[in-house]
């Protein structure tokens, strides 16, 4: 009875941990979702601001895409910095990611080469081009601001703070409009450009915040851990072999929404199927924000011991449940509805044909909580090239879905978008487990085999 107390009270602790570190977790996801609507509004106020809007869209994304690297650091930090020094030793790996992030925008912004990955490969019309390459040039200070933001995130995450995460995230929106009532006044940046200083300069000020608050966490990190293995190996070759498969599915997950847009435009009402699919795609992700990129950091921070992995099966099994019923509430209620025409502001066309869309992305929940737990799992174990050969796995199954159902049922719209990203999710988490499970299994019989023989 009393090791059935002790149980029930260790799962209660841990509970009580794993809430207080998530929740503000979730809350600043949701929060940074509101970031788009605080630059549309700040793009709506300058000139012909449809154009301005397409051109912030495509520079936006293309420049994103090569800045991503520095983004996905924090990741890193999570995973293996525990002390000082691994932290200084991943803070100089960040730099070098950084300032070859930086060579490319400055090759994309300021040379030919722009020109042809814009208008060549990514098929952004001509017309658009002059105002696509002044504001590309705005980000340029993306690579520092990325860096920064992932460095001192990674130390708040690591001590456990995550509410500081919430306070800046905050700060950051107000800053963004007040961006947005401030920078469409200056006549000499186009819309595109205000868009992307918006952006760029609200997560500059959430870096600064950031920054400020790890300072006291940092000083209380001890200088280098001495009683794990893990810390005594780190070094710059082991932090950058952890990093570089990271950046590679960062870099493979932007493609992901182009694939499936460029593949509702293979539908037979394309204008009708990409609207409907981004508007129910969205409206789903006010709650899959609470799960993408937050559900992994509990399994990195918590999944110390067979016992806590056991019980964070259990949460993640939980929460994805209790999304997924919210979600199908919304769905099949008129709170969904009303939150299409009241939250998101679309047509009630729109609303009702989003509907559809809504009912096959119920799932997501389920499909997103164990993708993080597992991918959480893989990364605390170190094997991070699994990740990206998953992540590349799910971008050719959401293309070859959503390719073939677009030629085999076009009328079915966006439907074939959310059947396709379900599916590439779908087998990215297989791949995860079964890479997970198979490790353990190769980790069980090498103990049998360093066991001493009777």
Same mark, same amino acid.
């Given at each position: 009875?009393?090791?059935?107390?002790?149980?029930?009270?260790?799962?209660?602790?841990?509970?009580?941990?794993?809430?207080?570190?998530?929740?503000?977790?979730?809350? =600043?996801? @949701?929060?940074?979702?509101?970031?788009?609507?605080?630059?549309?509004?700040?793009?709506?106020?300058?000139?012909?601001?449809?154009?301005?809007?397409?051109?912030?869209?495509?520079?936006?994304?293309?420049?994103? @895409?090569?800045?991503?690297?520095?983004?996905?650091?924090?990741?890193?930090?999570?995973?293996?910095?525990?002390?000082?020094?691994?932290?200084?030793?991943?803070?100089? &790996?960040? +730099?070098?990611?950084?300032?070859?992030?930086?060579?490319?925008?400055?090759?994309?912004?300021?040379?030919?080469?722009?020109?042809?990955?814009?208008?060549?490969?990514?098929?952004?019309?001509?017309?658009? =081009?002059?105002?696509?390459? !002044?504001?590309?040039?705005?980000?340029?200070?993306?690579?520092?601001?990325?860096?920064?933001?992932? =460095?001192?995130?990674?130390?708040?995450?690591?001590?456990?703070?995550?509410?500081?995460?919430?306070?800046?995230?905050?700060?950051?929106?107000?800053?963004?409009?007040?961006?947005?009532?401030?920078?469409?006044?200056?006549?000499?940046?186009?819309?595109?450009?205000?868009?992307?200083?918006?952006?760029?300069?609200?997560?500059?000020?959430?870096?600064?915040?950031?920054?400020?608050?790890?300072?006291?966490?940092?000083?209380?990190?001890?200088?280098?851990?001495?009683?794990?293995?893990?810390? $005594? #190996?780190?070094?710059?070759?082991?932090?950058?072999?952890?990093?570089?498969?990271?950046?590679? @599915?960062?870099?493979?997950?932007?493609?992901?929404?182009?694939?499936?847009?460029?593949?509702?435009?293979?539908?037979?009402?394309?204008?009708?199927?990409?609207?409907?699919?981004?508007?129910?795609?969205?409206?789903?992700?006010?709650?899959?924000?609470?799960?993408?990129?937050?559900?992994?950091?509990?399994?990195?921070?918590?999944?110390?011991?067979?016992?806590?992995?056991?019980?964070?099966?259990?949460?993640?099994? /939980?929460?994805? &449940? +209790?999304?997924?019923?919210?979600?199908?509430?919304?769905? !099949?209620?008129?709170?969904?509805?009303?939150?299409?025409?009241? &939250?998101?502001? &679309?047509?009630?066309?729109? *609303?009702?044909?989003?509907?559809?869309?809504?009912?096959?992305? /119920? +799932? #997501?929940?389920?499909?997103? %909580?164990?993708?993080?737990?597992?991918?959480?799992?893989?990364?605390?174990?170190?094997?991070?090239?699994?990740?990206?050969?998953?992540?590349?796995?799910?971008?050719?199954?959401?293309?070859? #879905?959503?390719?073939?159902?677009?030629?085999? %049922?076009? $009328?079915?719209? *966006?439907?074939?978008? #959310?059947?396709?990203?379900?599916?590439?999710?779908?087998?990215?988490?297989?791949?995860?487990?079964?890479?997970?499970?198979?490790?353990?299994?190769? $980790?069980?019989?090498?103990?049998?085999?360093?066991?001493?023989?009777?």
């Amino acid at each position: 009875m009393s090791s059935v107390n002790l149980t029930s009270k260790s799962h209660s602790k841990l509970l009580q941990d794993v809430l207080k570190f998530y929740i503000p977790l979730g809350i =600043y996801s @949701m929060i940074m979702l509101t970031s788009h609507s605080v630059i549309n509004a700040g793009i709506s106020r300058t000139g012909n601001s449809e154009i301005a809007l397409a051109a912030y869209t495509v520079s936006m994304s293309i420049m994103n @895409m090569f800045a991503s690297p520095t983004f996905t650091s924090r990741q890193m930090l999570v995973a293996l910095a525990r002390d000082k020094k691994s932290f200084r030793i991943s803070r100089s &790996v960040m +730099v070098k990611v950084g300032i070859a992030s930086l060579s490319v925008l400055s090759l994309v912004a300021f040379t030919p080469i722009g020109k042809f990955i814009f208008i060549n490969i990514f098929n952004a019309p001509i017309d658009l =081009y002059p105002e696509i390459e !002044f504001a590309a040039r705005f980000c340029l200070l993306l690579p520092f601001v990325y860096t920064l933001r992932a =460095y001192s995130q990674g130390i708040i995450i690591v001590q456990k703070k995550t509410q500081y995460l919430t306070y800046s995230v905050i700060v950051r929106i107000l800053f963004m409009i007040f961006l947005a009532s401030f920078l469409p006044k200056i006549a000499w940046l186009n819309g595109a450009a205000v868009g992307i200083l918006i952006w760029t300069l609200g997560m500059g000020c959430e870096a600064l915040c950031n920054l400020l608050l790890s300072i006291p966490l940092f000083k209380k990190l001890p200088e280098q851990t001495t009683t794990s293995d893990n810390a $005594q #190996a780190f070094s710059a070759s082991k932090a950058f072999s952890f990093l570089w498969p990271l950046m590679l @599915m960062s870099f493979v997950w932007t493609l992901g929404r182009p694939m499936i847009n460029f593949g509702l435009s293979r539908t037979t009402d394309p204008n009708l199927s990409l609207a409907t699919f981004q508007v129910a795609y969205s409206f789903a992700w006010i709650l899959m924000a609470f799960l993408d990129n937050n559900l992994r950091q509990v399994t990195l921070i918590f999944g110390t011991s067979q016992h806590n992995i056991d019980f964070l099966k259990r949460f993640t099994l /939980i929460l994805s &449940v +209790v999304l997924a019923g919210l979600l199908a509430i919304l769905t !099949f209620t008129p709170l969904g509805t009303l939150g299409l025409l009241k &939250v998101i502001k &679309v047509s009630p066309e729109l *609303a009702y044909a989003s509907r559809n869309i809504l009912m096959v992305l /119920i +799932v #997501a929940p389920l499909l997103i %909580a164990w993708t993080e737990f597992y991918m959480g799992l893989i990364m605390k174990l170190g094997k991070t090239k699994i990740l990206s050969i998953a992540k590349i796995i799910n971008m050719i199954t959401v293309t070859i #879905a959503i390719y073939t159902l677009a030629i085999v %049922a076009p $009328q079915i719209g *966006a439907i074939a978008g #959310a059947i396709g990203a379900l599916s590439g999710i779908a087998i990215e988490m297989i791949v995860l487990r079964l890479a997970y499970f198979r490790h353990l299994k190769k $980790q069980a019989l090498n103990q049998q085999e360093k066991a001493p023989s009777n």
